[in-house]
């Protein structure tokens, strides 16, 4: 049979630094574990616009949709920020969410028990934190028509539309059930029905896939303005949320700020099972492309190999490997290496891109 | 002259129940310093719902309308949650929002030296935190058109629409600014250019306002979700937060929260000056009703009096009276009166509402 394949997307800024110590990691376990990968590597966001004039070619495109799955660095950086709209490094990455299907986007925010103290919130708060946000990813305001600026009597007016359908909605529940089933079993789904009919629609599909056929999950709503509150005030309180694509941007991001462990913090985006039951995948660190410390072999390449485990656990069926893999890292930390980014008020010195690579690879 | 009117708006949960105590707040201003003002009173919300079947009367909208100011507790509760969108308690706020032409919403996230210790951050992170997150609040995803829940193929599709013109976004920059003016200069403005066409002309306009009538105004602009990281991480970085109807929402709790004084917390919304110079004007504290503890005499009154000292400042050019007002319960809080809400770990015995309310008299 042949090996899966993995299409590699470095991307832009420090993309390029962590996925080379995600690769010696991918190599080791095609070494060590027999478990080898096809591994091919191209273009995406501000790297993809300098060399084709667009984020995303329509080979790669291609490329990604044929992968088994796709690893991607990060997209964007200061050069790209006065292009156009529609060939934003940004725009090559909402292209494959889309074609690609990927409607559930998974963001576990985890607190490390090594990082605990790099949380702005109190150790005790978040100590052993364990959230996973589930967050719908190819529709709704990225997504929704009608969209742009138009003129509008003498002004010009910026439109944007909200958009969800029941089928979207279902779906992307359905994943956080099946999710919170293998976790805590509690979902929490976060909207803003009380303002937004989208919301309203939401809450409703919500609880009917619920009480049809997931009645032994504990379901709560909240809105979205409370739900940033309460990740603030008492984020153990939460073990799966789910909410719409902007929502979950957002408290996505406040989640993993919480935790601390920013620089350590990987993601999934999966599409429906194919034939062969394994899901379109993408995955990627949820830290972004980091201009300001590109090229200084200061960036974590953590969250990006912990990315790589996740493919592992979701696409691969690889649990177990997914688990070494973790637990290797757990080792590394435990044990003190730390990047820039790790480093508390106590100093020491921290080390480099790839001598957190060489740890990790000692580990396993 | 006429004393200035000001309307009172309790609403629901505790909304009434602090509300008595600015009521003698407001009475104490009128004996000993000559600031007296003709007060009535209606209802809004539930309240308004349960008595005539809407949850804002046509008289009361017009009675705002009239009022110098109006002064509003809560809105909402377990009762109202099942019914239609178009009566729910919250439609009544929104209508006084929309019907006032309310565009510009201060809400101050300022930590109270005394409480430092009850932000979920650390201390170092909060104490002496003050920003001011100045908020959209008549149009956006909140009001625009097309909305509503619609058939399409054979199932239902959610749609809100996120929409602002220039004038919408040019008029509350300029109030942003004007802020920032009379405190460290200092605005940051938050969109998600990098995802909605909506944000790429509100970020435009800020700039353009700014570079023509505010160059001395230190600008930046900020994605959203970073925002919501940048506020958990370093809030002291922030001065003025600028940003549109929905993200305020949510960005504005987010803060409101990480000053661990959320029941301390008041807000203004503001219209464009009338003839006579006055804004129209809408205070309420940042706190909602409040379900839990309604009808226990356990709510803290104190954001809905520091939000008639914002009155007293915004729309009744007072803001020596609005500091003593401030300074006392700054005195009050420095003395140990705590109510529920404020009860730390050490514990000790809760003040009631009354309570909070004799000791701020006092100290004024
Ligand atoms: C880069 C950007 C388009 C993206 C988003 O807004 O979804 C990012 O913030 C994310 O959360 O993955
Ligand atoms: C009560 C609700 C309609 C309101 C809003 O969403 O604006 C509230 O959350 C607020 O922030 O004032």
Known sequence: MANPSLLILPGDGIGPEVMEEVKRVIAWFGDKRSLAFDVSEDLVGGAAYDAHGTPLHDDTMARALQADAVLLGAVGGPKYDDLDFSVKPERGLLRLRKEMDLFSNLRPAQCFDALAD?????????AGLDIMIVRELTSGVYFGEPRGIFEEGNERVGINTQRY??????RVARSAFELARRRSNKVCSMEK??????????????????????????LSHMYADNGAMQLVRAPKQFDVILTDNLFGDILSDCAAMLTGSLGMLPSASLGAPAANGRPKALYEPVHGSAPDITGQAKANPIACILSFAMALRYSFDQGDEAARLEAAIETVL????????LMGEEGGTPISTTEMGDEILKAL
Chains 1, 2 share one sequence.
């Open 193 to 218: 029905a009380n303002v937004m009919e989208s919301g309203i629609l939401w809450r409703e599909v919500v609880q009917k896939v619920h009480d049809e056929d997931y009645p032994d999950v504990e």
């Open 118 to 126: 790099f949380s702005s919130l109190k150790k005790d708060l978040v």
């Open 334 to 341: 435990a044990n003190g290496a730390r990047t820039a980014d």
């Open 165 to 170: 359908t029941e089928s979207e909605i279902d």
